[in-house]
């Protein structure tokens, strides 16, 4: 039987998610030692699950969506380019969810139980929603011209867009990058007979 790395997802309009390659591609013209996300995969991790079965994948996915069958749509907006761990030693680069976090935190609230009652260990750390854009390769190292773009792009506004779906993903590497394919799509709109 064959495992599923998956994770759990919103995605912004085509219009946002191109303001936010269109900043992607400022930092990786002037920075190589990264691996910069391709436009198709940003997306924000509302939750990493881990490999699910095959053979459990839709149970899973059928829990997710009873999870999130109450919450309704909301307003998502990115603001602000920043840095794990911090924007001096930048080793994953990423965009803030301003308007819309909050929401984004309650369905990871939610979602955690759900992974947490199919067996796996949930992460401690605390959910900061965002879309990471790019993560420093195995050799890279950032330069000045860099650290400059990411000074100027800290409260960078790429726009905002309605969120009225929440996506489960698989992930796989093809080509040496990783392929996003949905599992399961489920509308976030609580009036709705699920």
């Not at 879309?131 to 100027?152: D, F, I, M, P, Y």
Request: net charge positive.
């Amino acid at each position: 039987m064959a495992k599923i790395k998956t994770f759990i997802s919103v995605a912004a309009s085509q219009r946002v998610t191109n303001n936010i390659a269109r900043v992607s591609s400022r930092l990786a013209a002037v920075c190589d030692g990264y691996n910069w996300v391709p436009p198709e995969n940003l997306l924000v991790t509302v939750n990493f699950v881990g490999e699910v079965l095959d053979r459990e994948a839709a149970e899973f996915c059928q829990r997710v969506k009873t999870a999130t069958a109450s919450f309704s749509p909301f307003e998502l907006s990115f603001c602000g380019v920043n840095a794990f761990p911090n924007t001096d030693s930048p080793r994953t680069i990423w965009m803030g969810v301003d308007e819309g976090s909050s929401q984004l935190i309650e369905i990871n609230r939610e979602l955690t139980k759900v992974i947490q009652d199919w067996g796996f260990n949930k992460e401690k750390n605390a959910f900061l929603p965002h879309v990471t854009l790019g993560k420093l390769r195995r050799g890279g190292k950032w330069n000045e011209q860099l650290l400059e773009h990411l000074h100027r792009l800290r409260k960078h506004d790429s726009g905002f867009c309605t969120v009225d779906k929440i996506v489960v993903n698989s992930s796989h590497i093809e080509r040496g990058s990783p392929t996003y394919t949905p599992m399961g799509t489920f509308r976030l709109d609580s009036r709705l007979d699920k």
